[in-house]
């Protein structure tokens, strides 16, 4: 190892291995794929809208710096916690029919 | 996921990667709790029926059990969300790592000049093949990989993935197993008091810092094969105040001297070394621990003699969240382990510690002193959590 540059990396997105299929048919989990990171995508914006309103609230004007320096204190991330989950339980709805926990 | 402590070495995500981390973190406990709680269910209600009904008898092992489970529905669709939300906890944290790294590798280096610890590395050390085989967890590039001489990225990578995946249940910093586990041994142990303390396989330090905490008078080493691992441990110890002597070194092949340690500790390391690398090591242990010293490792749960469905359950993660080394380590008789380097069986002892973090601390102290804690779950972060190791003293 000799590299010592400050030039900008690229980081691996994928790890090694091949990629565990689940279903008959791969396609489905691709398409599981697809929908999982789609939930996590309207989330993102909904907490970026979220961070509009408290700064409209609390400052009546908003820009993009304000936006990216917000982070949320402990109430609003356990709110937003909270809107999360309930999110999860809306959209990742299982046909639980078998699926009660004997135990509990 | 407000809440985990700040150092110099964590990258400052975006607004829109903390929302992404945030969800991802809930997301998991959504997976896992939520609809991982119905796989019992699955089983015992659908998939056993269906199995005896085929076979006149009920599934006699794990893998049979998975087998089953693997055709149906609501398992196949748990895998695969559990699987694309490992994935994303290192995606929604690596654009962050690509930004700062220039900064973090300078602030690494910074750190190591003027150290309360030190950092000692070994550039001519083989990454052993456990390591470079496959990228343990999902986490791309593992441990080991560096691009300079300084990188620090999958340490900083590692660091934060392991709050998104627990989603801060493993506390501020990251070191309830180790936490829970220094509390347990004080309470449990009043008279040790360990000069002298290493931890293998120490990754990012997680579970080691708090060993300085317990026994703040104890000098402690710690070792890791991966070069950016052992730089972040440092440079996050010595940001975070503390001082830790960080060596890049193979467990199976310590340069400490014989009988140098009093405390020799793990936390989840075996699971990932192989079985012929985990005689090594304890080989290793049993040389450098002091007469009368202490072995412990904490790791996950033995699978030998538990219900074919709660194996299945544990052991999912070696076929699907690339853990290659995990069966071997959980089907492995620790005691018989030991006594095969030579350790007294008549000295072997082990841990079970609720988790420091969840109950109350009258709680987890009378559990200190009688090691006993009811439990139903293992390892999984849920409410009743408690946390296994096995030891010895020489």
Redesign the interface.
């Given at each position: 190892m000799s590299k010592t540059t400050d030039a900008p990396i690229t980081l691996p997105r994928t790890a090694k291995g091949k990629r565990s299929v689940f279903f008959d048919d791969p396609a489905i989990d691709q398409m599981m794929t697809f929908i999982v990171e789609l939930s996590a995508e309207v989330s993102v914006v909904y907490d970026r809208l979220d961070t509009v309103e408290h700064l409209l609230d609390e400052k009546g004007t908003i820009s993009r710096d304000d936006i990216e320096a917000f982070r949320p204190n402990e109430e609003i991330e356990t709110a937003r916690n909270a809107r999360r989950e309930a999110y999860l339980k809306r959209v990742f709805r299982m046909h639980q029919e078998h699926a009660k926990d004997n135990d509990n | 996921?407000?809440?985990q402590t700040p150092h110099d070495l964590l990258a400052t995500p975006?607004?829109?990667e903390?929302?992404?981390q945030?969800?991802?973190s809930?997301?998991r406990m959504?997976?896992l709790n939520?609809?991982g709680?119905?796989?019992?269910?699955?089983y015992?209600?659908?998939v056993k029926p269906s199995f005896e009904s085929e076979k006149g008898r009920a599934p006699k092992d794990e893998h049979e059990v998975r087998r089953a489970m693997?055709k149906d529905d609501?398992c196949?669709?748990w895998?695969?969300?559990m699987?694309?939300?490992q994935?994303?906890i290192?995606?929604s944290i690596?654009p962050s790592?690509?930004r700062a790294?220039?900064t973090l590798?300078?602030r690494a280096a910074k750190l190591a000049e003027d150290p309360k610890g030190s950092l000692t590395l070994d550039?001519t050390l083989k990454t052993p093949p456990y390591v470079s085989a496959?990228?343990i967890h999902?986490?791309?590039?593992?441990y080991h990989?560096?691009?300079?001489?300084?990188d620090v990225?999958q340490g900083m990578?590692y660091d934060r993935g392991v709050y998104v995946y627990a989603a801060g249940n493993g506390g501020p910093l990251g070191d309830t197993i180790g936490r829970s586990l220094a509390e347990h041994l004080k309470i449990r142990f009043p008279d040790f008091k360990p000069e002298r303390i290493l931890d293998i396989g120490c990754t990012v330090g997680h579970n080691l810092l708090p060993f300085a905490d317990v026994y703040p008078d104890s000098e402690i080493h710690a070792i890791d094969v991966s070069?950016p691992m052992a730089r972040y441990t440092h440079g996050r110890a010595e940001s975070l105040g503390k001082a830790i002597h960080v060596h890049q070194m193979n467990g199976e092949d310590m340069s400490f001297e014989d009988e140098s340690f009093d405390l020799v500790m793990s936390v989840v390391t075996f699971h990932e070394t192989s079985r012929t690398a985990m005689k090594r090591i304890l080989e290793e242990c049993q040389r450098v621990l002091k007469p009368g010293g202490l072995m412990i490792h904490m790791e996950l749960p033995r699978t030998a003699g538990m219900d074919p469905f709660d194996a299945f359950y544990i052991d999912w993660d070696a076929?699907?969240n690339?853990e290659p080394f995990y069966q071997a380590f959980t089907s492995t008789d620790m005691k018989q382990a030991y006594v095969n380097v030579g350790f007294d069986a008549h000295k072997y002892m082990e841990v079970m510690t609720p988790d420091i973090h969840v109950v109350p601390r009258e709680d987890f102290d009378a559990a200190a002193r009688l090691n006993r804690q009811e439990a139903?779950r293992y390892g999984r972060m849920g409410e009743a959590i408690h946390w296994t190791g096995w030891g010895a003293w020489k």
């Open positions: - | 996921m407000v809440g975006t607004h829109d903390f929302a992404l945030s969800y991802v809930t997301l959504h997976i939520d609809i709680s119905g796989l019992r269910g699955v015992d209600n659908r693997m609501y196949r669709t895998s695969s969300m699987r694309s939300c994935e994303m290192w995606d690596t790592i690509e790294q220039p590798n300078a550039p496959a990228d999902l986490m791309p590039g593992n990989t560096e691009r300079s001489d300084y990225s990578l070069a076929y699907y690339n139903k």
